[in-house]
T-cell receptor, first 115, second 114 residues
């Protein structure tokens, strides 16, 4: 299957700072990637769809200015949490479809803690 | 919009026994995929099994099999000869054909008891 790599796996930041999370497709090109958020003991909720070369599509209730998404190449999407607050602490995970577009491949996830 | 429902928040079973996890979904789409993902404590999402909606035959992967009832919009996962390593959260997920965006159920926490 296709490989998706996400970095960092864990990050702790101070309140008010920004944090960037990278999602890379290692062995395939991904015109579309997806960013999910998972609170403890809850399911994965889609935040946004990252589109290569164009603006991301955000789900209802997700703040565009707070969660900046950039998909500048066919193998890299980044999620930047701006002016992070403790309530942004969560597990963020990305996914991308393979060439057949019949399943999603996930990154390892990023545990963000804002102190 | 699609919805996925998992009605069993937690389940436990003795090692080597068989367990079935339930999942129902709602959609107006005709061409789609259904998945079961396993999420161990590491939180890495691991694909367990995939079912293509246009295929009537139930998918099987070693000890894992599904009972796909398209008319009833039901997609249950059966784990045979359960092992300690099967302990994890299990998520049922829906994907529309041509779009890798997933809609997840709320998950079932499965514990295999030694």
């Amino acid at each position: 299957g296709a490989v998706v790599s996400q970095h960092p796996s864990r990050v702790i930041c101070k309140s008010g700072t920004s944090v960037k999370i990278e999602c890379r497709s290692l062995d395939f090109q991904a015109t579309t990637m997806f960013w999910y958020r998972q609170f403890p003991k809850q399911s994965l909720m889609l935040m946004a769809t990252s589109n290569e070369g164009s603006k991301a599509t955000y789900e209802q209730g997700v703040e565009k200015d707070k969660f900046l998404i950039n998909h500048a190449s066919l193998t890299l999407s980044t999620l930047t949490v701006t002016s992070a607050h403790p309530e942004d602490s969560s597990f963020y995970i990305c996914s991308a479809g393979g060439q057949k577009n019949t399943e999603a491949f996930f990154g390892q996830g990023t545990r963000l803690t804002v102190v | 919009a699609q919805t996925v429902t998992q009605s069993q928040p937690e389940m436990s079973v003795q090692e080597a026994e068989t367990v079935t996890l339930s999942c129902t979904y709602d959609t107006s789409e005709n061409n789609y995929y259904l998945f079961w993902y396993k999420q161990p404590p590491s939180r890495q999402m691991i694909l367990v099994i995939r079912q293509e909606a246009y295929k009537q035959q139930n998918a099987t992967e070693n000890r894992f099999s599904v009972n796909f009832q398209k008319a009833a919009k039901s997609f249950s996962l059966k784990i045979s000869d359960s092992q300690l390593g099967d302990t994890a959260m299990y998520f049922c997920a829906f994907m529309k054909h041509g779009n890798e965006k997933l809609t997840f159920g709320t998950g079932t926490r499965l514990t295999i008891i030694p």
